[in-house]
């Protein structure tokens, strides 16, 4: 009888090991997928996915797509930006991205 007792208590704890062993792997092979979408998205336009290029506009350094010429911010970029050049910044910036939008269409 006691036989049966101690193949049931192998059998419960080889069940929780089991399971334990299936969440590291789960866990472990999350990790590895979000280590390639890091990978494959870094310097890369969040819009179109082409390559981006640094550049410097008033001394803040921004990331523009030369694809879908997308402006792409720091955390505070912007709120330098801002503090700048009040407004006067912000509607040089899209005037001239107008322009050679205006340009291009012809």
């Known amino acids: 009888m006691t036989n049966a007792w ?3 208590k192998k059998a419960l704890e080889n069940e929780y090991f089991h399971k334990k062993e ?10 590895a997928e979000e280590i390639l979408a ?10 179109c996915g082409d390559m981006i290029k640094p550049m410097i ?17 720091g955390p505070n ?6 503090e700048k ?6 509607d040089r910036w ?7 939008t205006s340009d291009q269409e012809v």
């Open 57 to 73: 506009f008033r001394g803040v350094p921004l990331d523009k797509c030369p694809s879908c010429g997308g402006i792409w911010l």
């Open 38 to 47: 890091k990978g494959y998205s870094k310097d890369r336009c969040p819009k």
């Open 22 to 31: 299936r969440e590291i792997l789960d866990e472990m092979k999350y990790d």
């Open 85 to 90: 050049d009040h407004r006067g910044w912000f």
């Open 6 to 8: 101690e193949d049931r």
């Open 94 to 100: 899209f005037h001239a991205d107008n322009e050679e």
């Open 77 to 82: 970029d912007l709120k330098i930006l801002a």
